[in-house]
């Protein structure tokens, strides 16, 4: 069987709004597939030059940016603060390794909850939400979702005891085989980046428990970090999130096959139990 990695030439989506940018570039600037690379620079250093036909209809889509609350929130205690899990909706095309492992896990998380507070191990307050937008420039996603929280739901940073977000590309397979009957199968793993606040109960249970599931947890402050999380914690909130690339990281190729349930098991479980750390925090 031959292994299947992203065709060189196909479309590659990037996370850019040109109206963010201050200063224009000074040239038309355009994105091609790794495979021409040899062909453009031997045709670079002959000083002979490139000329570039561009063929096709010009298409322009607008997409809805739209704040998704998931499901029914518990009953709020008095004594407690509300826990956030978040997760990442929107992504380029499939994206089911991008967005795909964040999703079964905050559904997995919400379904591991209820059963928590219907057999009295905690009346602790989830909110379950799904934030989108986050390709369509710096100001959407978790940075606009702020608003709504603190407006809507009185979840500023004061109000909330922790935040789980679950990001981009959590845990996906690394490697991946195309058998003869063009099924295909992955293997190895890819994990995020992950990050917590500093000098946090939270932070210090994920560090110990994340790192027994072979993660790489980095404590950090406002200013640091990455990915939605970096926002979270800049915000003032104190949070655990991932963020992540892999071989198919917003390429056509990100479909379903990308992450299988051998992955998210055990990184489920992990969660779980950064979590309930949460139970005895204040």
Not at 46 to 68: D, F, K, N, P, R
Not at 112 to 137: I, P, Q
Not at 162 to 188: C, I, K, M, Q, R
Request: charged fraction near 15%; hydrophobic fraction near 40%; charge should be negative.
């Amino acid at each position: 069987a031959d292994r299947a990695r992203p065709d060189p030439d196909v479309p590659v989506a990037l996370n850019v709004d040109m109206s963010t940018i201050s200063t224009p570039f000074s040239a038309p600037v355009v994105l091609v597939g790794s495979g021409a690379r040899a062909r453009l620079m031997a045709q670079l250093a002959s000083g002979e030059g490139i000329s570039l036909e561009v063929m096709g209809e010009g298409l322009v889509t607008v997409t809805e940016h739209v704040q998704h609350a998931w499901l029914a929130d518990s009953q709020r205690s008095s004594q407690q603060k509300p826990v956030i899990v978040e997760a990442g909706l929107s992504g380029w095309h499939q994206c089911g390794g991008e967005r795909g492992a964040g999703v079964a896990l905050s559904l997995g998380l919400a379904r591991w909850h209820k059963e928590r507070v219907l057999n009295g191990t905690t009346d602790a307050t989830y909110h379950f939400f799904a934030t989108s937008g986050h390709e369509l420039g710096a100001s959407f996603g978790v940075p606009d979702f702020f608003d709504l929280l603190t407006n809507s739901y009185d979840l500023g940073p004061d109000n909330v005891r922790g935040w789980l977000h679950t990001g981009s590309v959590t845990v996906a397979y690394s490697e991946f085989t195309t058998n003869d009957d063009g099924s295909v199968v992955g293997t190895g793993v890819s994990r995020a980046s992950c990050a917590y606040t500093n000098g946090t109960a939270l932070g210090q249970c994920a560090n110990t428990t994340l790192s027994a599931a072979g993660y790489s947890p980095m404590a950090v402050t406002p200013g640091g970090g990455g990915g939605g999380v970096a926002e979270i914690v800049d915000a003032g909130y104190t949070a655990v999130g991932f963020w992540g690339s892999f071989p198919r990281f917003h390429t056509p190729d990100d479909d379903e096959t990308s992450v299988g349930p051998e992955l998210l098991e055990p990184l489920a479980s992990a969660i779980a139990e950064v979590m309930a750390c949460l139970d005895d925090s204040v």
